[in-house]
C-alpha cells in the first residue's frame, strides 16, 4: 500500500515578532533572507508558534525587505502575537512514506535578537 504523510519541510527556529500589523488583509511577512535560507515560498502556508504565549496558528507568507529582520504579523494574526515575542515558523510537505525515511527539512536559527543569518 502506497501512502503519504505530511512532514516538516521547513523551519525558522526563534525569531522576533517585529511588527504586529491589525490593519492588513493577513499573513505573515518575513524577511526575504530568512525565506531563501529556509526554502520558504511567498504565498507559502505556514504554521506560527508562539514561544511565550504558546499559540499556535496557520497564516500564509508575504515576503519581507531582504536582510530586514522583518518578521511581522498581520491582519487577524497580529492579535496572537505581540512584538518581542519569539516565534518559530513551520512549514510541511506532503510526501510519499518512503522517500519521507530520506527527506531533510531546511532548518534555519537565526538570532533571535536581530533575526539575521547567524554566519
Known amino acids: 500500500m502506497k501512502f503519504q504523510i505530511e512532514v516538516i519541510k ?3 527556529h526563534r525569531v522576533s515578532v517585529t511588527q504586529a500589523n491589525l490593519n492588513y488583509v493577513g499573513s505573515i511577512t518575513i524577511d526575504e533572507a530568512l525565506m531563501e535560507a529556509a526554502n520558504i515560498l511567498e504565498g507559502e502556508k505556514v504554521q506560527i508558534l508562539d514561544i511565550n504565549n504558546g499559540e499556535r496558528f496557520e497564516t500564509y507568507v508575504i515576503k519581507g525587505a531582504k536582510e530586514s529582520g522583518c518578521i511581522c504579523l498581520n491582519g487577524a494574526a497580529a492579535r496572537k502575537v505581540q512584538v518581542g515575542d519569539v516565534v518559530i515558523i513551520a512549514s510541511y510537505a506532503l510526501m510519499d ?3 519521507a525515511k530520506e527527506f531533510k ?4 536559527f537565526p538570532d533571535t535578537e536581530t533575526n539575521r543569518l547567524i554566519k
Open 10 to 12: 521547513s523551519k525558522i
Open 97 to 99: 512514506f518512503e522517500d
Open 105 to 108: 527539512p531546511w532548518i534555519i
